[in-house]
């Protein structure tokens, strides 16, 4: 139990740190920028790999998600305090898994999304990227002063 | 520390996993029938034999498609980091021999040996409209859209001009101008760069019942157009009645552009030219297949998460025990 303590928030960070660097990835910035001309980070300039990559990390951040939500559940619901941050983490969290499944879906052939709403799904899923990073920070920043 | 858990807990936990378990099997059926009630699109039929290369369609394309064109403001906003290129067709509007912002058709010549004769070839160029279009999928922020009917189209009022479609594009179609839409309103200096162009295959005129300009100008009807499913049968029987061979029915995992030829199409691609704004005619493997294949293995994502939490709960109601 002391061990899944320690590793849960590990694949946690390393899951999303990944998450948001293919997803940002996305975006035609890294090559733009120089940060692909960093020896060992070119692929981050090839939006095949890095979509790849998004899907993958996506796959275990929904693993882990679904393993902490019915652990919860399961385990600690009555002994728990849920507080502000928690509700948030959940929101965020939520809002990132729907809007991006529903990506993942509209990239698939024959969808029928029209272009107006797979034009809000890319601005939702990016807003709830920036709001996680907010929220990590505010987090971090938190936890350094204290 | 050692998880324990109560017979309520017991029970509790086995009704979650289960409901868990149940819940993902409508997910995985929703996904299983994605593509299945699509709409059919529509194609064009382009018989390169019947192409004498007289341009009439490239001009036709251009008049049709005037007011759609870019009119970039001067001067264009400085550029950072520097190695941002600028790209300005503004003053060569009148470049046929490629694909520009402002030519979005345009005729590639090819020479090959048909019956031992020598033969020249020419061939209208332009967006194969893609099934799964990788430009539409992968843009950033829905700027690049398909309709029901299977045309892809750029949306100007809202394309940053990142390049990003014409990178993802196994033909390179998509042609950016600098100094004109969005980008322009946000940060100009540090992201976006104009707006990409390609042909939209009139979707205006397809809207009013008219077929595409190109068509229309046509002389020789190099070009038909209609359901996918009759276009694909007439390809099949053209290349059976003149020998020949079929360029766009699975490269890129299938286009609605398909192309007959009498020749093969390896050697009509070692004849042309090929380059910026002059796209191949080789292979081209379907770029979004790896992508939906991983989306569908990840369908096992949720039911890992609820396997690892089974093999917890299993655990724990032993050491309980």
């Known amino acids: ?146 | 520390m050692t998880a324990r858990i109560s017979r309520r807990a017991f029970l509790k936990g086995s009704v979650t996993i289960a409901g868990a378990m149940a819940a993902s099997a409508p997910v995985a059926r929703a996904a299983k029938a994605i593509g299945k009630d699509k709409k059919e699109h529509i194609a064009t039929l382009i018989d390169i034999s019947k192409c004498i290369g007289c341009e009439e369609c490239v001009y036709a394309c251009q008049k049709a498609n005037q007011a759609k064109y870019p009119n970039p403001e001067k001067p264009f906003p400085k550029m950072y980091p520097k190695r941002v290129p600028i790209e300005d067709w503004s003053e060569k509007k009148d470049v046929t021999d490629r694909l520009t912002p402002y030519n979005w058709l345009y005729i590639q010549n090819a020479t090959a040996i048909v019956n031992n004769e020598e033969i020249e070839l020419t061939i209208p160029r332009r967006c194969m409209h893609c099934d799964n279009p990788p430009c539409v999928k992968l843009c950033p922020w829905g700027a690049a859209q398909q309709e029901d009917n299977g045309l892809s189209k750029i949306n100007s009022d809202i394309c940053l001009g990142g390049s990003k479609c014409k990178n993802v594009c196994p033909w390179d179609i998509p042609q950016r101008q600098t100094g004109t839409g969005l980008y322009l309103d946000l940060l100009p200096s540090f992201a976006g760069n104009g707006v990409m162009y390609k042909c939209d295959r009139c979707y205006n005129r397809l809207e009013k019942g008219k077929v595409p300009a190109c068509i229309e100008a046509c002389s020789e009807n190099v070009q038909i157009i209609g359901k996918k499913s009759d276009i694909l049968k007439k390809a099949h029987t053209l290349a059976k009645k003149i020998n020949g061979y079929i360029y766009g029915e699975y490269e890129n995992g299938g286009t609605n552009t398909i192309y007959v030829s009498p020749v093969p199409f390896d050697k009509l691609n070692n004849s042309i030219k090929k380059g910026k704004g002059k796209p191949h005619l080789g292979k081209a493997k379907d770029s979004m297949a790896l992508g939906n294949n991983i989306a569908k293995a990840m369908l096992i994502a949720p039911i890992a998460g609820i396997a690892a939490i089974a093999g917890k709960f299993y655990r724990a109601s032993k050491e309980n025990k």
């Open chain 1, 1 to 146: 139990m002391e061990k899944e303590n320690s590793i849960m928030p590990l694949f946690y960070k390393i899951t999303l740190f990944f998450l948001t660097l293919s997803g940002f990835g996305q975006m035609p910035i890294f090559k733009r920028y120089y940060i692909a001309d960093i020896p060992g980070l070119g692929w981050l300039a090839n939006f095949h790999i890095t979509h790849l990559m998004h899907y993958i990390f996506a796959g275990i951040f929904i693993s882990l998600v679904v393993y902490s939500s019915l652990d919860f559940i399961i385990f600690r619901i009555d002994s728990a305090r849920i507080t502000k941050i928690i509700i948030i983490k959940i929101i965020i969290y939520l809002g990132l898994i729907i809007t991006g499944i529903l990506m993942i879906i509209k990239n698939f052939s024959g969808t029928p999304f029209s272009p107006n709403f797979i034009i809000l799904l890319a601005l939702s899923h990016f807003l709830f990227c920036i709001l996680l990073l907010f929220f990590l920070g505010y987090h971090l920043t938190k936890k350094f002063k204290t």
